[in-house]
């Protein structure tokens, strides 16, 4: 079945660029998003790219779309304390439900 | 706008106990969402609604029924609690527009069987 990975933990400096890396396997999916979950809160949408597009940004953020090797990434540019989160990678399937990673703890260090 | 919200917020029951986690959610969304996370696992899918009145089955929904009569509810039910179901438990809602839908979360229920 479907299936969509990204590694469990990401350091980086503060004031550094922080990239989440996500590869994914459904060649169809339309959509592919990145959602943002912080302690103790649920999930908030982040951002999305359309399959047709190989770039999207938005502000500090940048995400890279790879469709011959389904790869996916989110760049954040200047990496504030305040992105401290769970970062979670997700691809929609053929009947429109989104299929998960398990999500990247992004840790800012000092 | 409220959003989605979550009833209870944290809850401790006893192996083989029942209880219900309520969903509600104000933006007129048709789509309705029930995922456990647990760490390492992100989230998985436990049952689903595309409308009032109707559910369907998820990727995990063994031990799980659920309940849409009323499109902004969307009710969970644990019938007998084991310690397996010990997790954070998510609502999302959603309103498809062809391809692309963006699901709107809750605050998450954090429950415990002990």
């Known amino acids: 079945g479907e299936d969509v990975e990204q590694s469990l933990f990401l350091s980086v400096r503060e004031g550094d660029s922080s990239v989440i890396n996500c590869t994914y396997t459904d060649s169809s999916s339309t959509y592919l998003y990145w959602y943002k979950q912080e302690p103790g809160a649920g999930l908030q949408l982040l951002t999305y790219i359309f399959s047709n597009m190989d770039m999207k940004q938005d502000q500090r953020l940048t995400v890279l779309l790879n469709k011959k090797d389904k790869h996916l990434s989110l760049r954040i540019a200047d990496t504030q304390t305040g992105d401290s989160a769970i970062y979670f990678c997700a691809e929609s399937d053929s009947n429109y439900q989104l299929i998960w990673g398990a999500g990247t703890k992004l840790i800012i260090k000092p | 706008n409220a959003g989605v919200t979550q009833t209870p917020k944290f809850r401790v029951l006893k192996t083989g106990q029942s209880m219900t986690l309520l969903c509600a959610q104000d933006?007129?969304?048709?789509?309705m969402y029930w995922y456990r996370q647990d760490p390492g696992m992100g989230l998985r899918l436990i049952h689903y609604s595309v409308g009032e009145g109707t559910t369907a089955k998820g990727e995990v929904p063994d031990g799980y029924n659920v309940s849409r009569l009323k499109k902004q509810n969307f009710l969970l039910g644990l019938e007998s609690a084991a310690p397996s179901q010990t997790s954070v438990y998510f609502c999302?809602?959603?309103?498809?527009?062809?391809?692309?839908?963006?699901?709107?979360f809750g605050p998450g229920t954090r429950l415990l069987v002990l």
């Open positions: 999302a809602s959603s309103s498809p527009r062809g391809s692309q839908e963006t699901q709107y």
């Open positions: 933006m007129n969304h048709e789509y």
